[in-house]
C-alpha cells in the first residue's frame, strides 16, 4: 500500500474522524464513529509494520490544480497555536505561559523568516523506519483501545464531544511526531501535543482541573521554549533541520565540541519537560484529575513517550559527550526517587504517575549511557512498559467507575468483588515488575549497559540508581497486588457489574501482556534496529526462542510457561474445603482487627521529598548546559 496513503489514514485520518464525531448528533453516532476510527487507526498501523521502512516526501498539497507547500501552512498554525496559548495564558492568570509563549515566538520566527537556509529539495519530510513503527503501533494501538473504552467511560458527559475530538487529534498528531523528519515540522507536532493534553486535563472545567491544565500548560511551553531554542542551534550547527540530515554531520566540521554539543542539552531539556522527569513531575501528576483514559493516554501512548522519543532520536549524535552522561544521570535519578515517591502514595494513580516518570527515567537513563545494548533495553522498556502502564490505568478507571473510589486501601479484596477485573489488573501489575515480562527483560538489559558504563564512579552511580528503583517498584507493586488480593472469609460475593466497552479493552491488553512475552524474540530480532555507528544487531541477542547476551541468557517464552503452571497447578490442584476456613483471630474482642499497609508518608511522602529532590533535579538540568560547553 502507498506510504503516503497510509501516513495520512494514521495522520489526518484520526483527526477527521474527530471532527465529526464532535459534528455528530446524539451519543450513539458518536459511538460508532469512535470505533471506525480505532479501527480505520489500528489497521493502518498493521499495514505500516507489514510494509517496513519508507522514506516519505511530502512537500505540497495538490488541490485543485494548485501545488500548495505545506512549510508555510505549518508555520501559520505555528503561530495560531502559539496565539491559543498566549489567550488561555491570559484568560487564566497563568502569565508564566503567556511570557513563554512570546518567548517561543521569537526564536520561531528568526528560524523561518530570517534564519539562512540551505535548500533540501527533495529531502524526506516523514521516515517510517522501525523506531518510528514502533511507536506508532504503540500510538495506534493501544489509543484505539483507549478510545473504545472511553466509549463506556464517557457515557453521559456533557463534553464528551470535545473529549472525542481532542483525543482523536491527539492520536493523529503523535503519530506525525514520530514520523517527522524535519525539526522544524516536529516543533509544530510537538506543540499540539501540549495543547491536547491542556484541553484533556481541564476536561471537567473545575478549579482543581483548571489550576493543574495551567500548570501542564507552562511546564511544557517551557520545554518548548528549549526546544525551539535548540533546533535554531541544530539549524546553525548543521545548516540542517532534517534528522537525515544531521546523521551526515555536514557543516560542523569546523565548531568547538561545545558548540556541536549544545543544541542537543536544549533538546534534551525540552524531552525532560515532556516526560515529566524531575523537576517537572508535578504536571503529570496533577495531570491526575483529568478522566481516566487522559490519563491512560498519556501515560502508556502519547505525551510523555514523545520525550524519550525524541531522546533515543538524538542518542547517536552525542554518543560520548558529557550531555549524554549527564541525560544518564538525571534519567537514574528520576527512575529511583520517583519510584520511592511512589511507595507513600495511596491514590492508586498517582501511584501509577510515578510510576510512569520512574520508568521513563529508566528508559533516559538508557539512552544516556548510549551504547547499543543500552539503547535496545531503551526501546524495549518503551513498548513494554506501555502495554503494561495502559492496562492498569483502564483498570483503575473501571474501578473508579464501579466503585466510586480509587484509593488502594479501598481496593482491598476487589477480586470478591470485581473478579475480571482484579485479576488483569493483577497481571497488569506482575508485568511491571517480575520475570517473564517484557519490563523486566527490559531491566536486564539495562542493568548490563549500566555495568559496562564508560566511566567506573558514574557506573557504579547508575548501578545504585536501578538497584533501588527496582526494589521500590517491586515494593509498591507487591502491595498493592496484595491488597487486590486479600479478602475475608465468609465474605459475600456480589455480581461483577459489566461493561464490555470498557473490559473489552482491558481483556485484550490482558492477553497482549502474554502475547508480548512469546513475542519477545521476534521483536528483538524483527523491530528494533540501531545505526550502524553502535556495532550491534539487536537480531544478535536472540539465539532460538533464547535471548543472550554477556552475562547470560534466557528463554521468555520458557519463562513464561513456567510462570502459567506455578500459577495454574496450585489452583486446579488445591481445593479448601469450607469447613476448614475460619473467621479471622480478634484476640478475644470479639471484632475483626483492620489491617493497612504502610506508607511512611510522614519520611518520604511528597511534602518531606520534593522539597530536596526539586533543588537537586533543578542543579541537574544546570550540569547539563555546563556539561555541553565543557
Excluded at 541544530?234 to 560542523?252: D, M, R
Excluded at 490505568?393 to 473501571?398: A, R
Excluded at 484476640?587 to 493497612?596: I, K, R, V
Amino acid at each position: 500500500m502507498d506510504g503516503s496513503l497510509l501516513l495520512l489514514s494514521m495522520t489526518i485520518v484520526p483527526a477527521l474522524f474527530g471532527i465529526i464525531c464532535y459534528l455528530a448528533p446524539g451519543y450513539e453516532v458518536k459511538k460508532y464513529v469512535v470505533i471506525l476510527g480505532a479501527i480505520v487507526l489500528t489497521v493502518a498501523s498493521l499495514l505500516v509494520l507489514s510494509g517496513g521502512s519508507q522514506l516519505i516526501t511530502v512537500e505540497s498539497i495538490d488541490l485543485v490544480g494548485l501545488s500548495i507547500p505545506i512549510s508555510p501552512i505549518i508555520l501559520v498554525l505555528d503561530y495560531l497555536l502559539l496565539l491559543t496559548f498566549l489567550w488561555y495564558g491570559w484568560k487564566d492568570k497563568e502569565y508564566k505561559a503567556v511570557l513563554l509563549a512570546i518567548l517561543q515566538l521569537i526564536p520561531l520566527t528568526y528560524l523561518e523568516l530570517f534564519m539562512p537556509k540551505a535548500a533540501h529539495a527533495g529531502a524526506a519530510t516523514f521516515v517510517i523506519d522501525q523506531l518510528a513503527i514502533v511507536m506508532g503501533l504503540i500510538v495506534s494501538i493501544i489509543g484505539s483501545l483507549i478510545l473504545i473504552y472511553s466509549i463506556g467511560y464517557m457515557m453521559g458527559d456533557k463534553h464528551a464531544s470535545s473529549f472525542f475530538l481532542a483525543m482523536m487529534v491527539f492520536l493523529g498528531d503523535m503519530n506525525a511526531l514520530v514520523f517527522a523528519n524535519d525539526l522544524a515540522w516536529m516543533f509544530f507536532f510537538w506543540e499540539v501535543t501540549t495543547l491536547c493534553s491542556f484541553l484533556l486535563i481541564r476536561h471537567y472545567r473545575d478549579e482543581a482541573s483548571i489550576k493543574a491544565s495551567d500548570r501542564a500548560l507552562w511546564m511544557n511551553l517551557l520545554g518548548g521554549v528549549s526546544l525551539i531554542c535548540g533546533i535554531v542551534l541544530i539549524e546553525h550547527v548543521y545548516g540542517t533541520t532534517f534528522l537525515s540530515e544531521i546523521a551526515s554531520g555536514a557543516g560542523q566540521s569546523l565548531l568547538p565540541a561545545g558548540a556541536i554539543a549544545l543544541p542537543f542539552a536544549f533538546l534534551a531539556f525540552g524531552a525532560f519537560t515532556k516526560s515529566a522527569l524531575m523537576p517537572f513531575n508535578s504536571w503529570l501528576t496533577g495531570a491526575m484529575v483529568a478522566p481516566t483514559p487522559v490519563s491512560a493516554l498519556l501515560h502508556s501512548s502519547t505525551m510523555v513517550n514523545a520525550g524519550v522519543y525524541l531522546l533515543i532520536r538524538l542518542a547517536p549524535f552525542i554518543i560520548g559527550s558529557y550531555v549524554s552522561t549527564m541525560i544518564a544521570v538525571i534519567g537514574g535519578f528520576s527512575f529511583m526517587f520517583c519510584a520511592l515517591l511512589a511507595l507513600s502514595q495511596t491514590d492508586s494513580k498517582r501511584i501509577l504517575a510515578y510510576s510512569t516518570i520512574s520508568y521513563l527515567g529508566l528508559i533516559a537513563m538508557c539512552t544516556g549511557i548510549n551504547t547499543g545494548l543500552a539503547l535496545t533495553a531503551a526501546v524495549a522498556l518503551l513498548a513494554f512498559h506501555a502495554v503494561s502502564k495502559g492496562l492498569l490505568f483502564l483498570c483503575v478507571g473501571k474501578v473508579q467507575h464501579d466503585i466510586g473510589a480509587r484509593d488502594i486501601e479501598s481496593m482491598e479484596g476487589l477480586v470478591a468483588r470485581m473478579p475480571l477485573v482484579a485479576y488483569i489488573m493483577v497481571v497488569g501489575l506482575i508485568s511491571l515488575m517480575a520475570p517473564p515480562f517484557g519490563v523486566f527483560v527490559g531491566k536486564w538489559l539495562a542493568f548490563q549497559s549500566v555495568s559496562t558504563f564508560t566511566s567506573i564512579s558514574l557506573s557504579l552511580v547508575d548501578i545504585f540508581f536501578i538497584i533501588f528503583g527496582s526494589i521500590f517498584s517491586v515494593f509498591y507493586y507487591s502491595r498493592w497486588a496484595g491488597k487486590l488480593l486479600a479478602t475475608k472469609p465468609f465474605t459475600e460475593i456480589k455480581p461483577e457489574h459489566h461493561e464490555w466497552y470498557m473490559e473489552l479493552p482491558l481483556i485484550v491488553l490482558g492477553l497482549g501482556v502474554f502475547v508480548t512475552v512469546a513475542l519477545t524474540t521476534l521483536f528483538f530480532s524483527s523491530l528494533i534496529s540501531l545505526p550502524p555507528v553502535y556495532g550491534l544487531e539487536p537480531s544478535k541477542l536472540v539465539t532460538g526462542w533464547s535471548i543472550q547476551s554477556a552475562i547470560g541468557g534466557f528463554s521468555p517464552l520458557g519463562f513464561l510457561i513456567a510462570f502459567l503452571i506455578i500459577i495454574l497447578v496450585p489452583v486446579v490442584a488445591i481445593k479448601v474445603p469450607k469447613t476448614a476456613i475460619t473467621h479471622t483471630y480478634a484476640c478475644g474482642t470479639g471484632e475483626e482487627p483492620e489491617l493497612g499497609g504502610g506508607y511512611f508518608q510522614d519520611i518520604i511522602g511528597e511534602g518531606v521529598s520534593l522539597k530536596y529532590l526539586d533543588p537537586v533535579g533543578v542543579l541537574l538540568m544546570i550540569a547539563l548546559f555546563a556539561a555541553a560547553v565543557i
